[in-house]
């Protein structure tokens, strides 16, 4: 990739290559990967359910981070995660992801 002199990209060269994954985010995911596997579905379960239970807004906040920016519900666009987690209460919908 071909810069200037003061440390722009040439005309014509745009940067990152489209589809390039960031080093981080893939670092970020192989760690979390390596960390999940130390558990058992079960475990990961029994933390998520102690955790709804102690501090539910932690649980949400982190599965907010994992969730689209919209969600569909039953065909209907449910445009944030917060009116999500509501719909799916309101309609007694298990988030646990348990039986």
Do not use: W
Request: net charge negative; hydrophobic share 30%; proline share 4%.
């Amino acid at each position: 990739m071909e810069r200037d002199e003061t440390g722009k990209f040439t005309d014509g060269n745009s940067g990152k290559p489209k589809g390039a994954v960031n080093k981080i985010t893939t670092k970020v995911k192989e760690l979390t990967t390596q960390i999940l596997e130390c558990y058992t579905e079960q475990d990961i379960q029994d933390m998520a359910n102690k955790i709804k239970q102690e501090k539910p807004e932690v649980l949400f906040k982190f599965l907010s981070t994992l969730m689209p920016k919209e969600l569909i519900h039953n065909g209907t666009l449910i445009p944030s995660v917060v009116e999500a987690i509501t719909v799916l209460k309101d309609n007694h919908t298990d988030i646990s992801g348990g039986d």
